[in-house]
């Protein structure tokens, strides 16, 4: 099986390496251009570090090559090498996820990254919070298992069937007779029926959707991963959803909770050890569909303020944001979609009281701002192109 890290593509590796401070990256996706396969390359480039191993260094500007070049001295490297005895580097994923559930990841990394999230779950290396089967699924799946099932009597049968044609008599020999079709049963829900029980070992539920529980949630589980890494990488995937659930919430909170996240878990980290310091980079997988961001008329609606006001508030903070959407041409065959990435220093050195000297942003703006073409195949592989230069 290919090595995790040989799953990105070479036009794709500048942009999946993790900023050499604590920033936050956007990704953004549409209906028909979905940003899994995206989350997936962030998840080899991270997970791809074995522990006591140092960082790869960033590509040269020619990003179809795959030779590194070593920083200028002074500068630190992506990752910034070996501290302590121990030389560890290795990264720490917390996956949050309100759309889809441990299963999906699971396979979708194994098919796409060649990742066993499972053995790094259970190794330490992954925390999965689960914010879609105790917030949505629980409660919906327990009242089906203890409703009764559906009885349908033979009166509201007949007052179901359509009555705009005339019903056809039955031809055959005199005295025939036809049996009435029974109205269908509804499927019996067996009585010993359960949900799954929950794996072991860094995995989380929220149990309501408060910013409160998700706050604690989240802290607990970088909390619970192994101190040794340097670095900690937050995936956020559709925290929008929130927002048009539970109306309470308003963007400016959730935009508070997940900047309190990233500040709060650098310093803690930097305060429990004396030889390490860890950065917490937070990866925000938002919905940028028109339909969903575009003020209807006559008056806007309340979730199409929330989403566009939350959208807009995180791409201001955002260090980096990738987006992809469909083809405005229409749809090809070889071709899945647009990738478009914008590289910025973003807010976070103001808001993170961190001071600037330049040399960080330079580093970063080595990929500058780029729009790609990629095309996910069936078996998981992608490839990433330029403009022209055909798949």
């Known amino acids: 099986m290919m090595p995790p890290s040989s799953r990105i593509p070479p036009l794709l590796q500048p942009y999946t390496h993790l900023p050499s401070s604590p920033s936050t990256i956007l990704l953004t996706s549409t209906l028909g251009a979905s940003a899994n396969w995206l989350i997936i390359r962030f998840l080899c480039a991270a997970l791809s570090i074995e522990p006591n191993h140092p960082f ?156 409160k529980t998700l706050e604690s949630t989240i802290r607990t589980a970088l909390a619970d991963l192994p101190p040794a890494a340097r670095k900690s990488l937050l995936i956020l995937d559709a925290p929008d959803a929130l927002l048009a659930t539970t109306p309470s919430i308003s963007p400016s909170a959730l935009t508070s909770t997940l900047l309190a996240l990233q500040t709060s878990s650098s310093t803690a980290a930097a305060t429990t050890t004396t030889t390490t310091t860890r950065d917490t980079h937070v990866l925000v997988h938002l919905h940028a569909d028109t339909a969903l961001l575009s003020a209807s008329t006559p008056a806007a609606q309340p979730l199409e303020i929330a989403g566009h006001n939350f959208l807009v508030k995180t791409a201001h903070r955002s260090r980096r944001v ?51 073409l990629y095309f996910v195949k069936g078996d998981g592989s992608v490839k990433v192109f330029e403009r022209g230069a055909g798949g």
């Open 56 to 211: 790869p260094q960033h590509p040269t500007e020619n990003y179809g090559s795959t030779t590194t070049i070593t920083p200028a001295s002074g500068e630190e490297q992506d990752g910034g090498g070996s501290n302590g005895s121990n030389g560890s580097s290795s990264v720490n994923v917390v996956l949050v996820s309100w759309m889809r559930d441990w299963d999906f990841w699971k396979q979708e990394a194994r098919k796409g990254g060649g990742l066993d999230l499972e053995r790094l779950r259970r190794g330490g290396r992954v925390a999965f919070v689960d914010g879609l089967a105790g917030l949505f699924v629980g409660q919906d799946q327990g009242q089906s298992q203890s409703r009764e099932p559906v009885r349908t009597t033979a009166a509201a049968a007949a007052r179901t069937i359509p009555q705009s044609r005339p019903l056809a008599v039955a031809r055959g020999p005199p005295g025939r007779t036809l049996q009435a079709r029974a109205p269908p049963q509804a499927a019996k829900v067996p009585d010993n029926a359960s949900p799954p029980p929950p794996p072991g070992g860094h995995y989380y539920t929220l149990a309501d959707p408060s910013l």
């Open 322 to 372: 990738m987006s992809c959407r469909v083809l405005d041409t229409g749809v090809a065959r070889d071709v899945s979609g647009v990738l478009r990435v914008t590289e910025s220093d973003g807010w976070e050195g103001l808001v993170l009281g961190q001071q600037n000297d330049g040399r960080a942003g330079n580093d970063e703006a080595k990929g500058g701002n780029k729009e790609l």
